[in-house]
């Protein structure tokens, strides 16, 4: 390996740096818990920064890496929302309840992200199966990250079996599509064309394995008891850095391996929409603890970046990484609030936000911006980002599947509002307190309200998005 290679696959390398910082941090006792977060959240910084250097295309070990512009961007958009859910994390693991396990996390945290990227970068099957194995298991030890606490250990548990079984299907996806075939590397299978029904079989459990992580409907029942077990650092990582490296890998794989047959998986996908923003948006209505409602909101957005995936042209592909982009931070903006929340008060019902707005109101308009934006009520960026998704599958001639989508736009805002109307109207004797939140928060919250407020209206932010393709 040489000095082009490092500097192709740096963003694995310096993450593999940063795993051996945390393994040497943790066996040294001495070690001043607070400022090993500190320089932890300060090198990841760095390392969120020397990751969008310009690279060229470049293929590596046969052909099992790819390193273009279009991958080191989903590789960066994932890095960002991760530095963002450090610094929202700094205060959880500053407490001396989890000071000492501080390590652990970033350990199981880099090692999960190195996995996502191995996916991105994957050039044939083998490579993206071992990226995932390796994105999944850390994330099983995430879940139950607070052992001691029975909803977080069942959380582990549930997702260590519903992993379990995602892999399994789509490994055997992955064996049919290799006795169709004869290779497993994604570029001789893209110039070969196949519509025999074995593999047919394989791309529909493919699929289905990877819609295990999305959260798709119906594949989609693990995602509330984990969001609400799992510690709210580690839920917001699902929530946002999870499920875009799985929506990143699906759209590589499938417009640039199986491009030549979308009649195949636009048709699965079609009816996964459907599904997937109907039951997510009927359960979401349901719900009163707020880590549910935003695993079923999740499950709702997730139906929607469907539409992007029915158009096969670049315009689909745009569509996906700039709705993922604006999705991350609004989901971001509204679980840095209900991290501050939950630091300072251990509260995470919809009802303990009753009269927030007298007591906390930044927090209240940060929370109202974020929610509008998932909502898609312009002029906030969700509402571009729903727009150009319903335009890219209108210009594929999707005209039943946009009107259900907007229908189902429709009731997700009347949920929305709910939280507003806590927040804002409904009464409360006992409101929360004003809470106090640290640099790191603030920084955290900034962050993700200036994207919120300004990718929307910035162009340039789609057309380089655009360019890369």
């Not at 898609?376 to 039943?400: D, H, N």
């Not at 009347?414 to 409360?428: G, P, R, S, T």
């Not at 004797?429 to 004003?434: D, F, L, N, Q, S």
Request: proline content about 3%.
């Amino acid at each position: 390996m040489n000095w082009d290679t490092i500097y192709i696959m740096r963003h694995e390398v310096l993450l593999t740096l940063l795993i051996l910082h945390q393994l040497i941090g943790d066996l040294a006792e001495t070690v001043d818990r607070r400022r090993h977060v500190f320089i932890t959240v300060l090198l990841f910084a760095a390392f969120t920064v020397v990751g969008w250097l310009p690279s060229r295309p470049s293929l590596l070990f046969g052909s099992m890496y790819i390193s273009d512009d279009l991958r080191s961007l989903l590789k960066n958009i994932l890095s960002v929302s991760a530095l963002i859910i450090l610094l929202q994390s700094t205060t959880w693991l500053n407490n001396p309840l989890h000071q000492k396990k501080a390590g652990a996390f970033y350990l199981l945290i880099f090692s999960t992200l190195m996995g996502m990227f191995f996916m991105i970068s994957a050039g044939d099957f083998l490579m993206l199966y071992l990226g995932l194995e390796l994105a999944t298991i850390p994330l099983t030890l995430l879940a139950a990250f607070d052992k001691d606490f029975r909803k977080s250990a069942e959380a582990g548990v549930k997702l260590l079996m519903s992993s379990a079984v995602s892999s399994a299907v789509l490994l055997f996806g992955i064996s049919m599509i290799y006795g169709v075939y004869g290779t497993l590397h994604f570029s001789e299978i893209a110039g070969a064309y196949n519509e025999s029904p074995l593999m047919i079989l394989g791309l529909v459990f493919f699929l289905s394995g990877l819609a295990f992580k999305i959260s798709l409907v119906p594949f989609h029942l693990w995602t509330a008891d984990v969001y609400e077990g799992a510690p709210l650092a580690v839920t917001t990582y699902f929530s946002v850095v999870s499920k875009g490296a799985a929506v990143f890998t699906l759209m590589l794989v499938l417009y640039q391996v199986f491009r030549s047959q979308p009649e195949i998986w636009s048709s699965v996908l079609y009816f996964l929409a459907i599904a997937t923003m109907l039951v997510g948006n009927l359960f979401a209505l349901r719900q009163k603890n707020m880590k549910r409602f935003l695993a079923f909101s999740s499950i709702t957005q997730a139906g929607f970046m469907m539409l992007g995936f029915l158009n096969a042209g670049t315009i689909g592909m745009t569509t996906i990484v700039y709705f993922m982009l604006i999705y991350g931070l609004s989901n971001l903006a509204v679980f840095g609030v209900l991290s501050i929340i939950m630091n300072g008060t251990d509260k995470e019902g919809m009802d303990d936000l009753n009269g927030l707005y007298a007591t906390n109101p930044g927090l209240s308009l940060i929370m109202l911006v974020s929610l509008f934006s998932l909502a898609g009520i312009p002029p906030v960026a969700g509402f571009f980002g729903k727009f150009f998704l319903f335009t890219a599958a209108a210009s594929a001639g999707m005209y039943w599947l946009v009107f259900f989508a907007v229908i189902n736009a429709t009731i997700s805002l009347y949920y929305y509002l709910l939280v507003v109307k806590a927040m804002f109207i409904n009464k409360n004797e006992t409101p929360i307190a004003r809470l106090t939140s640290t640099f790191y928060e603030k920084l955290a919250l900034t962050l993700c309200l200036v994207g919120v407020l300004v990718i929307g209206f910035a162009s340039p932010v789609f057309e380089y998005i655009r360019s890369v393709m």
